[in-house]
């Protein structure tokens, strides 16, 4: 640590003393410190500014960004010796997650993760690449005193044409109020006229950087996305909770002969519409018969006399929160037994999880109990989880899973 500022008017550095237990915790590389977790503090600490935690010995144990409004009190950066966190600090942790990523994609793939949060040391943050657009997802308010500084470091090493900002859902006020930033702000660079246009694995997408879900896109799914294009040759595909039809423009592509999207979202099947548009170029795709069905999910899977050979189960989470996971894993069962209905015979499942709280090994169980209630055999294919862009560090950031099963009766 440097010492203290020389500046009088600035406040002492922010010092907390935290329980035995989370000491541990901490120790062990965790990076979230909750609130009832801290038994002493020098001061109110305020949103943004980092935090000391000091051990029961009295030495540094490790640095953070303190947020006063959440539970998640301090988002652990650094553990060990004392460091000081400055700008070139913070060029040689964007520097790691740069490497980590290199030589991952070739020329075809122009869209993916460059930043995912804590499990790359930048707690609560997230820089996903649409080509030449790079999306600033901020999860904590501890970010946004510090954004001029961090969008320096980013413009410094990041080639990109324009930065765009979206922030999480209940950081939106405090942003507004207090910094004058608003979820869609472009922070450098030209206001898009609409939705980018990035490459994967060769296959265009557009990404509503602005608005849309997550960052724009569901760039964790890329390597779903290409088995099942591997797997949809002159198949009847069925993608439900579509959004803009990432698994269905694969599955055309690799030679299916319909691809239905099914998403209660117009405005989701606009985009899968377009994006097939995109891709006209590949005959495959020029080829397949696309349908959109606007509709809950749940009920049309359930009311349909349709079958198909292949269907994507992606839902969005449905365990926001620990409380839910039981009535989430039963929601997943009774989803995968509907499913299952209207596979016809050598049909694959391709059943996916985004809920955190759901662990994979459960869901998977639950898929496999749906398979075994449909009464058909069936064996499987593989499991998935995180690609090499979404790292999962620590068990929190574990949420996607993918089972696949294949029905051969
Ligand atoms: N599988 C997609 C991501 C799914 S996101 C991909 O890989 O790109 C979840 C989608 O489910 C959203 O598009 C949302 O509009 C849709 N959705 C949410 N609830 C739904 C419901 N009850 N029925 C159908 N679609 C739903």
């Not at 760039?219 to 591997?230: K, S, T, Y």
């Not at 020029?286 to 809950?296: I, K, L, N, S």
């Amino acid at each position: 640590m440097s010492p203290p500022a020389a500046n009088p008017a600035a406040p002492p550095r922010l010092r907390l003393r935290i329980t035995a237990t989370a000491e541990s915790i901490v120790r062990g590389g965790h990076p979230w410190l909750f609130a009832d977790s801290i038994h002493e503090s020098n001061r109110p600490g305020l949103t943004g500014e980092l935090a000391v935690i000091f051990d029961r010995k009295d030495r540094f144990l490790a640095i953070g960004l303190y947020d006063a409004d959440s539970p998640i009190r301090v988002r652990i950066l650094h553990v060990g010796k004392p460091q000081t966190i400055d700008a070139v600090w913070w060029q040689a942790r964007l520097k790691q997650a740069l490497a980590r990523r290199a030589g991952l994609f070739e020329a075809s793939t122009t869209g993916y993760r460059l930043i995912h949060g804590e499990s790359d040391g930048w707690p609560g943050l997230v820089l996903d690449k649409y080509d030449s657009t790079l999306v600033l997802k901020l999860y904590t308010a501890a970010w946004l005193p510090r954004l001029t500084e961090i969008l320096a470091v980013l413009k410094n090493d990041v080639a990109g044409e324009r930065i765009v900002l979206r922030l999480s859902r209940n950081i939106q006020a405090a942003a507004g109020q207090q910094f004058q930033l608003q979820d869609g702000q472009v922070l450098f660079g030209m206001t898009p006229e609409g939705p980018v246009v990035f490459s994967e694995n060769g296959i265009r997408f557009e990404a509503e950087v602005l608005r849309g879900q997550k960052t724009g896109f569901f760039l964790d799914q890329r390597e779903n996305r290409r088995e099942v294009g591997l797997l949809a040759a002159g198949r009847r595909v069925l993608n439900a909770f579509s959004f803009s039809g990432g698994f269905s423009v694969y599955a055309a592509r690799g030679g299916a002969t319909s691809v239905t999207d099914l998403d209660i979202s117009a405005h989701a099947l606009e985009s899968a519409k377009r994006n097939f548009a995109l891709n006209q170029n590949f005959p495959a795709v020029a080829a397949c018969r696309h349908e959109t069905v606007q509709a809950d999910a749940f009920e049309w899977i359930e009311q349909t006399p349709a079958k198909f050979d292949l269907i994507v189960l992606d839902p969005p989470s449905l365990a926001k929160r620990a409380t839910e996971k039981e009535g989430a894993i039963r929601a997943y069962e009774r989803l995968n037994v509907l499913g299952i209905k209207l596979l016809a015979r050598d049909g694959i499942l391709v059943a996916g999880s985004c809920s955190a709280h759901v662990p994979a090994v459960e869901f998977f169980e639950a898929v496999r109990r749906a398979a075994v209630k449909a009464g058909r055999k069936f064996s499987e294919l593989q499991t998935k989880l995180h690609p090499a862009d979404h790292p999962a560090g620590f068990k929190e950031a574990e949420y996607l899973k993918v089972i696949y099963l294949k029905f051969t009766t």
